[in-house]
């Protein structure tokens, strides 16, 4: 049985992941956000789908819900990582996660929305596994190869994630008059938050250039074509071409973030040196 | 205390356990990727990859690791989690397999075969109890990201189905 002193000591350590490549100061910079993108799509919506834990529609649902929320927390504690590395200024997950302020985030407004009736957390999960599964299958063969070799776990993740929240539009569409009404309704509501994911700004077009990232614009196409077959197989409209809301990616969010943040990130903040 | 040899360490891992599925050691879980004795810094160095990007039982597992290889011997242990190339269940022995269905997990086929798209039927899992195949999906996602829940209409029991990937 270990003393207390020795269960604390640091006995282990991670051993220095390997070198980052030489980047450019601006491929450098642009690459820092663009992680930080990758990182809060997941973080955010992890915290959001955590919240249904508890209150399931059904226990399986439950369960299945609280899984995929720790796959994107997981997902978003790598990508963060390697944020906090090419940004080369000491900031690991823990620190990027805990005490950066609204401005600071780069997650798409999708992301933040608050979690709604189980219609709205499927509709809104489905739409963003299509475009976070199309996105790791194109990222998987960009040049930095960490970053790769993540896309490419994160891949396999996303697709039981997809598989999850496809076939519940379908049963949700193709279910009940009240079940087609509710998930039409939130996929209506949603689809104006839809469109900020393929909108390519500077960061990802230096970043296609120099490594090889997908520019996200190139995946709408596909997107729209996957999303719209399994609507129209679940018995549902496409809701039709509107405004697409932005800014997240420039920091600019809704009023749901703040608050959510406030919640997430309460405890280090109020006690920032304790030691778990 | 002597440092053990390099080759001790396959011995002193096949009795570290998997803290959610108590009869599969690490090595059976295909988890350890390499192991690298530095002679210079006197350290082990063990490269893991996770199971899963979310598993909560990484820290618990690199602890255990580092304890029980300390425990032998070795004065310094340095863990590391290398994403890539990703964890694959193809890696798990066929001994784990064998003790997944005999702890009542019904274990993975090859991955390849089993990722299906979003609307292909899916291969019949066989219960681990009964063996029959009657058997049907109660939720993708169970207790642990890694396992599916199923249920058999044979003998009438829920259990768990650990999914290829």
């Given at each position: 049985m270990e003393s207390p002193e020795e269960m604390l000591s640091p006995r282990a350590a991670t051993i220095a992941p390997s070198e980052l490549p030489t980047f450019s100061p601006a491929v450098r910079t642009a690459l820092f956000d663009y992680l930080l993108r990758l990182g809060d799509d997941r973080l955010i919506l992890g915290h959001r789908l955590s919240e249904w834990c508890g209150h399931g529609p059904i226990l399986e649902e439950d369960l299945a819900i609280g899984n995929v929320s720790l796959d994107l927390i997981g997902h978003a504690q790598a990508f963060l990582a390697l944020a906090g590395r090419v940004e080369g200024k000491e900031r690991d997950e823990d620190r990027l996660t805990f005490f950066r302020g609204e401005r600071e985030f780069r997650n798409i407004k999708l992301s933040e929305l608050p979690r709604g009736d189980?219609?709205?957390?499927?509709?809104?999960?489905?739409?963003?596994?299509?475009?976070?599964?199309?996105?790791?299958?194109?990222?998987?063969?960009?040049?930095?190869?960490?970053?790769a070799g993540l896309a490419a776990k994160t891949l396999k993740e996303d697709t039981y994630h997809l598989r999850h929240s496809a076939q519940w539009v379908l049963r949700l569409g193709d279910g009940t008059l009240e079940s087609h009404a509710k998930v039409q309704a939130a996929f209506n509501d949603l689809w104006a938050y839809s469109g900020e994911a393929f909108v390519a700004d500077e960061v990802e077009l230096l970043l296609a250039k120099e490594l090889g990232i997908p520019d996200p614009s190139s995946l709408k196409a596909v997107w729209v074509e996957r999303v719209s077959a399994l609507l129209k197989e679940a018995t549902l409209q496409v809701p039709a071409d509107c405004f697409m809301h932005t800014g997240g990616r420039k920091g600019l969010h809704t009023e749901y973030l703040g608050k959510l943040l406030a919640e997430m990130q309460i405890v280090p903040r109020s006690y920032p040196d304790a030691r778990w | 205390m002597v440092v053990p040899p390099v080759e001790a360490v396959q011995s002193i891992l096949s009795q570290v356990m998997d803290p959610e599925i108590p009869v599969m050691s690490v090595l059976d879980m295909g988890i350890i990727r390499e192991v690298r004795w530095d002679e210079a810094e006197g350290a082990l160095h063990i490269e893991i990859t996770p199971t899963y990007s979310g598993c909560p039982a990484m820290k618990v597992i690199e602890d255990d690791v580092t304890s029980a290889l300390m425990k032998a011997g070795f004065p310094r242990v340095l863990?590391?989690?290398?994403?890539?190339?990703?964890?694959?269940?193809?890696?798990?022995?066929?001994?784990?397999?064998?003790?997944l269905r005999a702890y009542g997990i019904a274990p993975p086929g090859l991955a390849a075969e089993s990722l299906i798209g979003i609307n292909q039927k899916r291969k019949k899992v066989a219960c681990p109890f009964c063996r029959s195949e009657k058997t049907e999906l109660r939720?993708?996602?169970?207790?642990?990201?890694?396992?599916?829940f199923y249920y058999c209409a044979e003998c009438c029991q829920p259990f768990e189905f650990f999914k290829p990937i």
């Open positions: 189980f219609a709205f957390t499927i509709a809104r999960q489905f739409l963003f596994d299509s475009y976070a599964a199309l996105l790791m299958e194109k990222l998987q063969s960009c040049r930095f190869p960490e970053l | 863990t590391h989690r290398r994403y890539s190339p990703p964890w694959t269940t193809d890696w798990m022995s066929s001994e784990g397999k064998e003790k939720s993708e996602f169970g207790a642990t990201a890694c396992k599916s």
